[in-house]
């Protein structure tokens, strides 16, 4: 089972290194500890383990997935779905009608992730992420919380 709890100062060079070791462009830490001040930032937990986080920011009823990472050694196990799944079900729950989102054109798996939990492609920003050689394009997505006969996925 996956829980969620907002994160506190002693876990973040936990954290760090998740994210260093899962992601091809990590945050600094600067930021992290950035949303982490603004309680933008939660952690979760598989047991005791601390497995991924989530970083998200919310102006009105619109809340904006700034960044989502499973460690790299429990990717692949669908910990990165039930944890979207259950902080989606808490968005919902708060009343929150729309969750958005910018995604590498290339991070297969994560896009994979956000079609399963019923993210659609709202539109295409080329040339917003650095990248090893130029740049590159983001695709921007959305997922309506409160669509009348809405189904979250479940798990
Ligand atoms: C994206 C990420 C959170 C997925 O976490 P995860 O726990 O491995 O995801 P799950 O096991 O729940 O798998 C979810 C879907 O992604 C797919 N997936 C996982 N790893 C994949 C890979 N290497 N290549 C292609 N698809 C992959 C799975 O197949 C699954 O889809 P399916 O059930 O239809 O097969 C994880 O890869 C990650 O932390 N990546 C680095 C950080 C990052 O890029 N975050 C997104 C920023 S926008």
């Known amino acids: 089972m996956i829980q969620l709890e907002p994160a506190t100062g002693d876990q973040l060079p936990e954290l760090l290194v998740l994210d260093a070791e899962a992601s091809a462009w990590p945050w600094p830490k600067t930021a992290l500890s950035r949303h982490l001040a603004k309680q933008q930032l939660w952690s979760a937990f ?16 619109e809340t ?9 050694s429990h990717q692949g196990r669908g910990i990165g779905a039930r ?16 969750c958005l989102l910018e995604v590498r054109a ?9 079609r399963k939990l019923g993210f659609t492609e709202i539109g295409r920003r080329p040339g917003y992420y650095p990248a090893e050689s130029g740049t590159e394009t983001a695709i921007v997505m959305a997922l309506v919380l409160t669509q009348p006969g809405a189904d979250l996925y479940r798990p």
């Open 83 to 98: 944890l979207l799944a259950l902080w989606l079900k808490r968005l919902c729950a708060a009343g929150q009608q729309r």
């Open 46 to 61: 598989e047991g005791s383990a601390l497995v991924g986080f989530v970083v998200a920011q919310s102006v009105l009823d």
């Open 106 to 114: 290339s991070n297969a798996p994560a896009l994979r992730l956000y």
């Open 64 to 72: 904006s997935l700034l960044h989502l990472v499973v460690g790299r």
